[in-house]
């Protein structure tokens, strides 16, 4: 089974702290995906990558940046962290890019307060 | 640009009693479909998917059609269980979309005794 892992459950950070969220999956995956989840909002794709090094911005990027720095791995980084960055993120993995209809995996979520 | 409409919730049912989860979908290009399901304090799984028209995606007890006149994709079920108590978001992907994913908002059941 693929297994993606969030480093952290829950984080409390102050604002304007540079933030931290890790992710590993263990199935050699080319494509990493990271979503924020709110109430009433659905999940929203903030950035995205389909290779090491390589990354794209999703519907939301601003006040986020990533880093692939190693196939398994896929980082998001609050620059400065603020109030409304408070939010359930979600990172995940599929296979390739070349098969649209490949379905992700899921990490269980890190729950961000910023206060 | 692509979109998913779910039903709002809470949905509220008995043990037992058949579900329906209302989803539709505007896309271009051709859609594949997906129901992914959360449970409380997890991520999302992959429930079922269909990768054309009149595809009938299913898994535990769950079924969808893909429905292209309708651009819909229900969900049913016509039993359900506490156990079913979750979160389920309809989500779609497109050829050329790279595998990114658009999710609707969610549908959270609650199934009581």
């Known amino acids: 089974d693929v297994k993606v892992t969030q480093s952290s459950r829950y984080l409390v950070k102050r604002t304007g702290e540079k933030v931290f969220l890790e992710c590993v999956q263990d199935?050699?995956?080319?494509?990493m995906f990271w979503y924020r989840q709110d109430p009433g909002l659905g999940l929203r794709l903030i950035y995205f990558?389909?290779?090491?090094?390589?990354?794209e911005k999703g519907d939301i990027p601003e006040g986020y940046s990533v880093s692939r720095e190693k196939k398994e791995r896929f980082s998001l980084i609050l620059e400065s962290a603020s109030t409304n960055q408070t939010s359930m993120y979600l990172c995940?993995?599929?296979?390739?890019?070349?098969?649209?209809?490949?379905?992700?995996?899921f990490g269980n979520g890190t729950r961000l307060t910023v206060t | 640009g692509n979109s998913v409409t779910q039903m709002e919730g809470p949905v509220t049912l008995s043990e037992e009693a058949f579900l329906t989860i209302n989803c539709t979908y505007t896309a271009t290009g051709y859609p594949s479909l997906f129901w992914y399901v959360q449970y409380p304090g997890e991520g999302l799984q992959l429930l079922l998917k269909a990768t054309k028209a009149d595809d009938k995606g299913s898994n535990k007890g769950f079924e969808a059609t893909y429905r292209k006149e309708t651009t819909s994709f229900h969900l049913e079920k016509g039993s359900v269980q506490v156990s079913d108590s979750a979160v389920y978001f309809c989500a779609l992907s497109t050829a050329g979309g790279g595998n990114k994913l658009t999710f609707g908002t969610g549908t959270q059941l609650k199934v009581e005794l």
């Open positions: 995940a993995s599929s296979f390739s890019r070349g098969l649209y209809n490949s379905p992700l995996h």
């Open positions: 199935m050699d995956h080319e494509n």
């Open positions: 990558s389909y290779d090491v090094k390589m990354k």
